[in-house]
């Protein structure tokens, strides 16, 4: 086998690991949003019941005490689902430049991923219009902003009930 041939096999095989390693962070990424998401489903359920079994009790506070504590509860889930969205973008960004790296190496038409980059991703980084940029990550995020909204609307309401 000629040199040439086998740097080309030794760039297709490191190339077919690390797109294995990215799909392994994609599952795991899931795994988290789906886990997260469950854990803020679960978190509002029990404000729910809480709501529902005691009713409002303006003048004692010591029945609230269970709620603001879910809230809190659900707040440190919403920050540390946020982080970990942020982190994995960041890996998934750095793994995903190492590809587009080795596609270089490439002929033209084999290059997908640096296509799709180029013709969907970039449009983000460049801030082109939103109908021309794809991405999940800024609608997890927005969506741990609305649980910790509804958690922080639950608490002030609760709060402002206390003292009035």
């Known amino acids: 086998m000629a040199e040439n041939e ?3 096999k030794n760039i297709g095989d490191q190339y077919s690991m ?3 390693h990215v799909n392994m962070l994609i599952d795991r990424r899931q ?3 789906t886990i997260y998401l469950s854990v803020n489903t679960a978190v509002l359920g029990i404000i729910a019941f809480i709501f529902q079994n005691q ?3 303006p003048l004692d506070w010591t029945k609230h005490i269970p709620t603001i504590g879910f809230c809190l509860a659900g707040l440190v889930a919403c920050d540390l689902w946020r982080r970990s969205i942020k982190q994995y973008r960041a890996l998934l960004d750095w793994w995903y430049s190492q590809l587009r ?3 270089s190496g490439f002929d033209e038409k084999l290059r ?3 296509k ?3 013709e969907l991703y970039k449009a983000e980084r460049e801030n082109k219009p939103a109908t021309t940029r794809i991405g999940l990550s800024r609608y997890e995020i927005r969506l741990t902003w609305l649980f910790s909204t509804i958690y922080l609307v639950f608490g002030i309401s609760i709060l402002s009930g206390m003292f009035v």
């Open 6 to 8: 086998t740097s080309d």
């Open 55 to 57: 009713g409002a009790h």
């Open 18 to 20: 690390f797109f294995s």
């Open 112 to 114: 997908l991923l640096t």
């Open 116 to 118: 799709e980059f180029e």
């Open 101 to 103: 790296a080795l596609e």
């Open 31 to 33: 795994n988290i949003t």
